[in-house]
């Protein structure tokens, strides 16, 4: 068993839950990993993956804190004691000042 954290958008897509234990056995990859969290989850299909099975592009996943993107990507393999994150694309800020008048 292992744990997905979820973040900003992908939580209420996730009923709310901030953190989903997801069963995973040793030599699993990310994308078998994430298969399985979709499957539990249906609220964030569309959302971490595209139809294709690949990674949307301003999705950020990390396992124990590092970007899957340095690693081998969806074909990371996780170990037992493996914590994933999974941040949406988040937007926003202030506005910038207008110049000029």
Do not use: C
């Not at 139809?51 to 990507?73: A, K, M, Q, T, W």
Request: charge should be negative; aromatic fraction near 4%; glycine fraction near 12%.
């Amino acid at each position: 068993m292992g744990l997905v954290r979820l973040y900003a958008t992908l939580r209420p897509r996730a009923a709310g839950e901030d953190a989903v234990d997801v069963p995973w056995s040793p030599g699993d990859t990310i994308a078998d990993v994430i298969r399985e969290l979709l499957r539990r989850k249906p609220g964030l299909q569309g959302h971490i993956l595209d139809d294709e099975g690949h990674l949307l592009p301003h999705v950020n996943v990390f396992l124990n804190g590092r970007d899957i993107r340095h690693l081998s990507g969806l074909d990371t393999p996780v170990a037992d004691d493996a914590e994933l994150s999974i941040f949406p694309p988040v937007a926003g800020g202030q506005t910038p000042a207008r110049l000029g008048g």
